[in-house]
């Protein structure tokens, strides 16, 4: 459905501190050029600038975030071309690449400050639940197209590196408001300090939202954080956060508006991350441990569930006991661990090495979703390396390899390899192409979902997964071309692809002799080929104006082959992608900025319908004011 107008307040900000940037003209060097082209971390782990990237990366800096009308973390990924940013479920939203997912995208992997968001609770990441809103985010480097190469099995897709702005960039602290339509209301709060060579922030928040007027969907997140980086000297910087979020969620099926329920989602997060340099080397070591539990209940007896009489069930199921079931997914609980080292070195003059490896232990116990109230364990072990070799002045090359096995799967391999091609200090182009394999979650390996009358016999299976499923298994070719313009002043990045799946994760429906006659059971069984082009445009005809056009076109034919029929999956990737962002500096602290969203239809997997194509437009103007040595800014979005 489509969101009314909202107005929002935002007053005042305390303690932010003014950056004033200034032009000057001089000449550039070839290499001077290069140095200031922009440079990202998320495609191999090693910062690159963007012309030597062996992937397409779009990155949100901290003046688009600025610009954007949105008091929303995730709403910032509508300016990455293909991307698409939907309500999952009632107000809790989801970001997916090229409509290839359903309520819990499995295929994207997201990262705070380099520490893995994930959790293994439906394989996916609650944004809500991320302690972030814009205000607390420097920028953010998105890989589009598949980067299990650096980042494994979760980055089939894509992968998302969020970076929060640093304590030590300033001090003082910010109080932000918000109130409008739907019910918001946003409170949050940031303070930064420093102490002897530490920088400390402490962020806290409370968000609220009654969603849909139509569906009990309201949601209400108070969220703590604490973050720290020490620099002992210029070769060791030790960086750490402690955190938690206590959200409750209205949730349920959109096709049934009367079975939403409440859920509770609780997370707590600890990480740790030592960069040490030595020469040439940099080490950096990386330890971090989530945990959290997901609640979404609802009991009932099980006489009332079968349309029986307490009587009736002992006549009809001999031996079965009139009981209290969980008709929902129920409580589940999970604990994971994680650790990396990663270590980059100058090979000679002409290469740089960047090599690493890491270990990941998860434990979830969802008793309704298992069937099993102990913990189910998940190990893995993985190497991940990056070769970057300079052959002359104008062609640059890039070899990537990750390794990855589990307690359940022996090793498997996702190599990729790349070419960049210079032609002129501000023309760049890039062919790579990529084999990658993503290994089942422990969520899909171990779901099962099943209903016993009499203890030991199965009245209802509703949900079961293949015990010889496997990983699914990407092919990615691409053509890129960054070019900038006109001394930066018009910068073009395109993206040409193929993408190929086999053996895709989906469920299929059998028959059962039951109580609803049927099961569905997770194979191997879903394939797509995908062909489409991005292309980012940002124009900036001076230093007060900022427009950024995303676009992108995909093409694609897929299906789920079933015993008896096949499913065509030509509609769950929108053919049209578009956005458009333009922000303008005012006089005397004014400042406006607007968006434009596209979005033709889509069928998103699971979905009971397809959705029509949308449009969507909003606006934002802010005034800022300097009063008793505070910044204050007021701003309305509609």
Not at 309 to 321: D, H, K, N, Q, S
Not at 422 to 447: C, F, I, K, N
Not at 542 to 554: E, F, G, M
Request: charged residues 20%.
């Amino acid at each position: 459905m489509q969101r009314s107008n909202t107005y929002k307040y935002l007053l005042p900000l305390l303690g932010l501190s003014s950056i004033v940037s200034a032009n000057t003209n001089v000449t550039l060097s070839e290499n001077d050029f290069l140095d200031n082209i922009p440079q990202a971390v998320a495609a191999t782990r090693q910062n690159l600038p963007l012309s030597h990237s062996p992937s397409s990366v779009t990155i949100i800096n901290r003046e688009m975030i600025e610009a954007m009308p949105t008091d929303n973390l995730a709403e910032l990924l509508k300016l990455v071309p293909g991307f698409q940013v939907f309500f999952a479920n009632g107000s809790m939203q989801a970001v997916t690449a090229h409509g290839q997912s359903d309520r819990f995208p499995r295929r994207l992997e997201i990262r705070v400050d380099g520490r893995t968001v994930y959790t293994p609770i439906n394989s996916s990441v609650s944004w809500e639940s991320l302690a972030l809103d814009p205000n607390d985010i420097n920028h953010i480097e998105v890989v589009r197209g598949s980067n299990i190469a650096a980042y494994g099995a979760n980055a089939a897709q894509g992968a998302i590196n969020i970076f929060t702005r640093n304590p030590l960039s300033s001090s003082g602290t910010e109080l932000r408001m918000t109130g409008g339509d739907w019910g918001t209301r946003n409170i949050s709060v940031r303070h930064s300090t420093h102490l002897s060579g530490n920088g400390i922030t402490l962020r806290a928040k409370y968000r609220e939202n009654q969603g849909f007027e139509e569906l009990n969907d309201q949601s209400y997140v108070d969220s703590l954080a604490l973050q720290g980086v020490y620099t002992q000297n210029f070769n060791n910087e030790f960086r750490w956060e402690l955190g938690y979020s206590d959200g409750n969620f209205g949730y349920g099926d959109g096709d049934h508006p009367d079975e939403f329920m409440d859920e509770d989602i609780d997370t707590q997060w600890l990480s740790l991350e030592w960069q040490h340099r030595r020469q040439d080397h940099l080490i950096t070591t990386r330890l971090s441990a989530n945990i959290g539990s997901y609640e979404h209940s609802r009991m009932g007896l099980l006489s009332e569930e079968l349309g029986l009489t307490a009587v009736e069930l002992g006549l009809f199921f001999p031996g079965a006991i009139d009981r209290r079931i969980e008709l929902e997914v129920g409580e589940r609980e999970y604990r994971q661990y994680d650790f990396e080292l990663e270590h980059s070195f100058p090979l000679t003059p002409q290469g740089n090495f960047l090599w690493g490896f890491g270990a990941r232990h998860q434990e979830v116990k969802a008793p309704n979703e298992f069937s099993n109230s102990s913990y189910q364990n998940y190990d893995s072990l993985f190497l991940f390396s990056n070769l970057q070799w300079r052959f002359n002045n104008n062609f640059t090359g890039n070899l990537g390899v990750f390794g990855e096995q589990n307690n359940q799967t022996s090793v498997e391999f996702s190599p990729r390899f790349s070419l960049n091609y210079q032609l002129t200090s501000q023309q760049h182009l890039r062919l790579s192409g990529s084999v990658a394999r993503r290994l089942p979650s422990l969520y899909e390996r171990e779901r099962l979902i099943q209903l016993e009358i009499v203890p030991g016999s199965i009245a209802d299976l509703t949900y079961i997964s293949d015990p010889d499923v496997g990983a699914e298994k990407f092919q990615t070719y691409e053509f890129g071309y960054l070019g900038y313009w006109f001394d930066g002043r018009l910068n073009i990045d395109y993206r040409l692809f193929r993408e190929y799946m086999d053996d895709g994760l989906d469920y299929i429906k059998y028959p059962y002799p039951d109580l609803d006659e049927k099961y569905r059971l997770l194979e191997n069984i879903a394939e797509y080929r995908m062909t489409g082009y991005e292309a980012q445009v940002q124009i900036r005809p001076d230093t007060s104006w900022l427009v950024s056009i995303q676009y992108a076109n995909i093409r694609m034919d897929g299906t789920i082959v079933h015993p008896s029929k096949t499913t065509q999956l030509r509609w769950r990737s929108p053919e049209h992608t578009a956005s458009l962002l333009i922000g303008k500096q005012l006089p005397r602290d004014w400042s406006i900025s607007a968006t434009a969203f596209h979005h033709s239809r889509v069928r998103w997997r699971g979905g009971a319908k397809t959705i029509p194509g949308w449009h969507r437009y909003d606006i934002k103007i802010s005034k800022r004011w300097r009063i008793a040595g505070k910044h204050v800014e007021l701003a309305g979005i509609v």
